[in-house]
């Protein structure tokens, strides 16, 4: 790009931020699930008897009674085709990280050549893609290519828009001719049925009346928006989705002036129409700000079911960039798009109810409290057992630039209760009568318990796992990864911790159950305790305690995705019904081939810019350097021993750093060195930042960070 193309792309950007006045305050219609195939939809397209089975298996994810698969696929159709629908697919969740879909058109031609929209039970319950084509880790080879959609009811049939025209889409699940899960959807809703198992059992011990289950999510999507000029003049953001060169600005988020700051017009208008089009999904966006980096904002739902949760935040993610490009911007989902300045993350805000109450609820009694107190401890059990699990599953080529840095927790999982609920731990360790230090003298299940306040910890954005009043966020997971894997290893070790509980539970006599379920609490607490971590978790001094704690504190993807191959790992997702063996291999294989095709692109694409781009930038900025000083020595006018004499050999060393850095990569890339890779285009990078420093500005060729994160 020539300084000619990027003085355009900004007096350009500039002429479009001068917006015309607004004539009127304008209020949209909040047209709220209006493409949405819900219950309410169902119930009015379906008879009642057809309606009321439906709904209860999708409430009770009970089996599906084949017979409803052609009155629901004729009500589909009909609520479909008065909305302009001409096609179908089923949408999946291959191990891609995106979504997939194939297009049938309701079209089928009649015995006299007319058209019939036609669209069956069969064509809703199954589909058949090539399973070949997708990420399968072994499972599938490319002369196998038989696989399988399955319609999920439970999440519901939703309409996509285009330009001119409309599909209707039927979240599935997708699996081989061999039965195995080549998605994220399905070990998904297998790890909701075992958590739900374990919770039921758990709750009898309790003498709970059987109730509804569900495990909630809201999952707060982090973005940077730049402007699609831009992005068309960077090829690093256009092949990796993350700027490989560029200088750190003297101004970018240290006055912490964006954070929540005012939001620019055209920025908000991208946001009032997002926000519309997550409307008409259904999906319940709630707030919208500016995060703490520059060009950095925010989108966050409230809490639904986790299944239709996952599913929406995909939407969440191809919506966003979907409007961006309406309004001639991109944007970037990456963790860690700029150096220098804050990543994104996913917060994954996961919770488990029964009935009418929210588990991690403290709660009004001192029966709630003991329930509250019981699951609390499971999931200190399990995230303290399981560590290495929550972090592979945060494992990824973006994440690793984002996590340990200034906004992101570290590597290290651990887990942050607040000083009262702390209290309230420590002294169930030590056994005997405990109070909160809001509230008076209580007993698990005996003495009375005043309500622990539901803001009875403060916030802890150093960690990755934190409880929030009630609910755990869990904040490591980087913003363009899918939620399902997360939420799937965090159900399945839960699982795992409340059925060892309830093991012991089964075993106490009614009369002395509140004191044996003191001391097993009392018991796991002292086992477990070393993941309770309240300080600050971007510190040199927890990085050594967590270490003398013998936590895990595993850095990179390599290293994170190793313990799938665990066979105690492959255990548990096999114990639970998650993953089989074979299928836990899969995704092994398939997130490393993942990774080491990200780093080999990332290579490839910065030599490429380097050898294309700066290179010859920086070696006629020093040859017109060179020769300005060959005329001023001829004038008398220069020393060799001057400060731009100086200023021209540090430059031209760096232009031979720069060059044997390139050698060193591209023998790293012949090699497949995975980490020499990332070494070496950062030990590249630094130099390349450093020539863009010393420069002409009006000759750099590619947009600089004060450009793209400022200008739009």
Not at 110 to 131: T, Y
Not at 266 to 279: A, C, N, V
Not at 388 to 398: M, Y
Not at 425 to 451: C, F, N, W, Y
Request: proline share 4%.
């Amino acid at each position: 790009m020539s300084n000619c193309n990027r003085s355009t792309v900004v007096n350009n950007i500039a002429k479009m931020r001068n917006l015309p006045p607004m004539e009127s305050c304008k209020v949209n219609n909040i047209n709220y699930a209006v493409d949405v195939f819900n219950i309410k939809t169902m119930k009015k397209y379906l008879k009642a008897d057809i309606a009321e089975e439906l709904v209860e298996t999708i409430k009770n994810r009970s089996k599906l009674n084949p017979e409803l698969a052609n009155y629901v696929a004729k009500a589909m159709k009909e609520w479909a085709l008065e909305r302009g629908v001409t096609h179908f697919t089923h949408w999946f969740q291959p191990l891609t990280g995106a979504t997939a879909e194939k297009h049938d058109s309701f079209l089928e031609i009649g015995g006299e050549g007319e058209a019939i929209m036609r669209f069956s039970g069969k064509n809703l319950i199954v589909g058949e893609p090539d399973a070949s084509s997708f990420p399968s880790g072994g499972l599938r080879s490319t002369f196998e290519a038989r696989g399988y959609t399955a319609w999920d009811p439970t999440s519901p049939a939703f309409i996509k828009r285009h330009s001119n025209g409309a599909t209707l889409c039927i979240p599935t699940a997708f699996c081989s001719y061999t039965g195995d899960a080549l998605d994220r959807k399905t070990p998904l809703l297998r790890s909701i049925q075992a958590l739900r198992n374990s919770v039921k059992r758990l709750m009898k011990n309790f003498s709970a009346p059987d109730s509804r289950f569900e495990v909630t999510l809201g999952a707060e999507q982090e973005y940077f928006l730049i402007d699609k000029q831009f992005y068309m003049t960077r090829p690093d953001l256009l092949q990796t989705g993350r700027t490989l060169f560029g200088a750190v600005p003297p101004k970018h988020q240290q006055l912490e002036d964006h954070y929540f700051g005012s939001i620019k017009p055209r920025i908000l208008t991208f946001m009032t129409e997002l926000d519309q089009e997550l409307w008409k999904l259904g999906i319940p966006a709630k707030t919208r700000h500016n995060e703490a980096a520059p060009a950095q904002f925010e989108v966050a739902p409230i809490f639904e079911e986790l299944n239709l949760a996952v599913d929406h935040n995909m939407l969440v993610m191809e919506l966003i960039r979907q409007t961006a490009e309406r309004h001639g911007l991109v944007a970037l989902l990456h963790e860690k798009p700029f150096k220098g300045v804050n990543g994104s993350g996913k917060h994954n805000n996961w919770s488990i109810t029964y009935g009418d109450r929210n588990l991690l609820d403290p709660g009004d009694n001192p029966h709630e409290n003991a329930i509250f107190l019981t699951v609390l401890s499971a999931v200190i059990m399990a995230v303290d057992k399981h560590s290495d699990l929550l972090r592979s599953v945060t494992a990824s080529a973006g994440n690793d630039h984002r996590l340990g840095a200034a906004e992101a927790p570290p590597a290290i999982i651990s887990i942050f209760l607040g000083d009262q609920l702390t209290d309230v731990i420590h002294q169930l360790e030590k056994g005997g009568v405990l109070s909160s230090r809001a509230s008076s003298k209580m007993k698990i299940g005996v003495d009375t318990l005043a309500p622990l306040p539901k803001d009875a910890t403060d916030r802890n954005r150093t960690s990755p796992f934190a409880f929030t009043g009630n609910k755990f966020e869990f904040r490591a997971p980087g913003s363009s990864q899918s939620c399902a894997g997360v939420c799937m290893t965090l159900n399945t070790i839960v699982a795992e911790a409340m059925d060892s509980i309830s093991d012991e539970l089964e075993k106490f006599s009614k009369e002395s159950f509140n004191e044996e379920l003191q001391k097993l609490l009392q018991k796991i607490i002292k086992s477990h305790k070393k993941i309770i971590f309240n300080g600050n978790n971007y510190s040199d001094d927890w990085r050594k305690e967590a270490e003398r704690r013998g936590l895990l504190n595993l850095k990179t993807t390599t290293e994170a995705l190793k313990v799938l191959l665990l066979e105690e790992n492959a255990k548990l997702f096999d114990k639970y019904q998650v993953l089989s063996r074979t299928e836990l291999r899969s995704r092994y294989d398939v997130f490393l081939e993942e990774y080491q095709r990200k780093i080999i692109i990332e290579g490839k694409t910065a030599l490429e810019m380097v050898s294309n781009i700066i290179l010859p930038v920086v070696r006629d900025e020093i040859k017109k350097s060179v020769d300005t000083i060959v005329e001023m020595k001829k004038l008398s006018l220069a020393s060799p021993t001057g400060i731009f004499a100086e200023r021209i050999e540090k430059m031209a060393k760096n232009f031979d750093l720069m060059l044997e850095e390139m050698q060193t990569l591209d023998n790293a890339l012949k090699e497949e060195n995975y980490a020499d890779i990332v070494n070496r285009m950062q030990a590249l990078r630094e130099l390349v930042d450093l020539l863009e420093e010393n420069v002409d500005d009006r000759k750099w060729p590619l947009p600089k960070y004060r450009e793209m994160l400022f200008i739009y």
